[in-house]
């Protein structure tokens, strides 16, 4: 009967995957309490139906843009403040212990992150947002990414590098990617749909549809 309700719950979730049969009813208990308890906290926080893990906090979460059923997990930081608005799709799931930083220096307005449906990334994941960051929809994503979506400018050698300012391009993936764990993403690149991202690659170029990329920096291994 748990099994049952709890697989009607991620159905009307807009999860398709079947439950282990295998999995024991008292995990599925403890799941869905935890769960119960995160939407109750995302809905204090955000006063929408977001499932929020213990010591997470939401800057300014009225600019954010939350779909069905998103999750951040615990001891995440999410910063709202952004010049545009932050959208998490529906089913988007943000790993533990990650941190979403829009605005990192009072002189540059921060872009944000958009995140398509059903996509998610693993614990300990930095996004640099401020220079921008879009990820498309059905994206998954391991744990230890990422994300810097400025440059530092140097090329002035009578100022500090400090003082040169930044300059951003802005981070783009595209639809249904697999990207491993520990892969960097560095200002101005942009993967192509269908492709899959090597763990511990350093992405910084533009890569097109159906690619298999890997390595430091990255570059294409074959096509799909």
């Not at 010591?55 to 910063?79: L, Y």
């Not at 400025?150 to 951003?168: A, C, F, M």
């Not at 533009?206 to 390595?215: C, K, L």
């Given at each position: 009967?748990?099994?049952?309700?709890?697989?009607?719950?991620?159905?009307?979730?807009?999860?398709?995957?079947?439950?282990?049969?295998?999995?024991?009813?008292?995990?599925?208990?403890?799941?869905?309490?935890?769960?119960?308890?995160?939407?109750?906290?995302?809905?204090?926080?955000?006063?929408?139906?977001?499932f929020i893990g213990s010591n997470t906090k939401i800057q300014n979460p009225q600019n954010i843009v939350f779909g069905k059923s998103v999750t951040?997990?615990?001891?995440?930081?999410?910063?709202?403040?952004?010049?545009?608005?932050?959208?998490?799709?529906?089913?988007?799931?943000?790993?533990?212990?990650?941190?979403?930083?829009?605005?990192?220096?009072?002189?540059?307005?921060?872009?944000?992150?958009?995140?398509?449906?059903?996509?998610?990334?693993?614990?300990?994941?930095?996004?640099?947002?401020?220079?921008?960051?879009?990820?498309?929809?059905?994206?998954?994503?391991?744990?230890?990414?990422?994300?810097?979506?400025?440059?530092?400018n140097y090329s002035d050698t009578s100022k500090l590098i400090r003082e040169q300012g930044v300059t951003s391009k802005g981070i783009k993936l595209?639809?249904?990617?697999?990207?491993?764990?520990?892969?960097?993403?560095?200002?101005?690149?942009?993967?192509?749909?269908?492709?899959?991202?090597?763990?511990?690659?350093?992405?910084?170029?533009?890569?097109?549809?159906?690619?298999i990329i890997g390595g430091v920096p990255a570059k294409v291994l074959k096509s799909i």
């Amino acid at each position: 009967m748990i099994k049952n309700l709890f697989q009607k719950l991620l159905n009307k979730s807009g999860k398709s995957y079947v439950v282990d049969a295998r999995i024991p009813q008292k995990l599925i208990v403890a799941v869905l309490l935890k769960r119960s308890t995160m939407l109750i906290r995302g809905i204090l926080k955000t006063g929408k139906k977001v499932f929020i893990g213990s010591n997470t906090k939401i800057q300014n979460p009225q600019n954010i843009v939350f779909g069905k059923s998103v999750t951040i997990d615990e001891h995440c930081r999410i910063d709202g403040f952004s010049s545009e608005e932050i959208i998490l799709g529906d089913c988007v799931k943000i790993g533990a212990y990650s941190t979403l930083s829009s605005t990192s220096h009072m002189s540059k307005y921060g872009k944000g992150l958009k995140m398509g449906n059903n996509s998610a990334i693993g614990q300990f994941t930095e996004f640099g947002a401020a220079g921008g960051i879009e990820i498309g929809n059905d994206v998954i994503m391991g744990s230890y990414i990422s994300f810097h979506s400025e440059n530092h400018n140097y090329s002035d050698t009578s100022k500090l590098i400090r003082e040169q300012g930044v300059t951003s391009k802005g981070i783009k993936l595209g639809n249904n990617i697999w990207v491993g764990a520990k892969v960097t993403f560095l200002d101005g690149c942009v993967v192509g749909n269908n492709s899959v991202v090597a763990a511990g690659a350093v992405v910084n170029g533009i890569y097109p549809d159906n690619s298999i990329i890997g390595g430091v920096p990255a570059k294409v291994l074959k096509s799909i």
